[in-house]
Nanobody, 112 residues
Framework: VQLQASGGGLVQAGGSLSLSCVVS????????MAWYRQAPGNQREWVAD??????NYADSVKGRFTIGRDVMKNTMYLYMNSLKPEDSGVYFC????????WGQGTLVTVSS
């Protein structure tokens, strides 16, 4: 199993970023999938998930982030708008509940 997240970077507050997660080793459409994030010194937290077209979001990102997937590409996405400094951290993709295997994640830094 590989979960390769990418698309992070440095952006000013109010900006946007789009993250991608390429999945190998299983078919993502068969499982609930999620984005998680971890800020320095904090525990990893759930951000959003998607299953059978249904989506759920943490209150902190609701209305600003959109999760999606392309089943043909076995890839999941996270479209992030109106970014805030508190959105900074390493973003990971995984199933929900998560597999023991985590990818390296992708770093998002939002400057004020």
């Amino acid at each position: 199993v590989q979960l390769q997240a990418s698309g992070g970077g440095l952006v000013q507050a109010g900006g946007s970023l789009s993250l991608s997660c390429v999945v190998s080793g299983f078919t993502l459409s068969f499982y609930p999938m999620a984005w998680y994030r971890q800020a320095p010194g904090n525990q990893r937290e759930w951000v959003a998930d998607i299953q059978s077209g249904q989506t759920n979001y943490a209150d902190s990102v609701k209305g600003r982030f959109t999760i999606g997937r392309d089943v043909m590409k076995n890839t999941m996405y996270l479209y992030m708008n109106s970014l805030k400094p508190e959105d900074s951290g390493v973003y990971f993709c995984n199933r929900r509940p998560a597999l023991p295997t985590w990818g390296q994640g992708t770093l998002v830094t939002v400057s004020s």
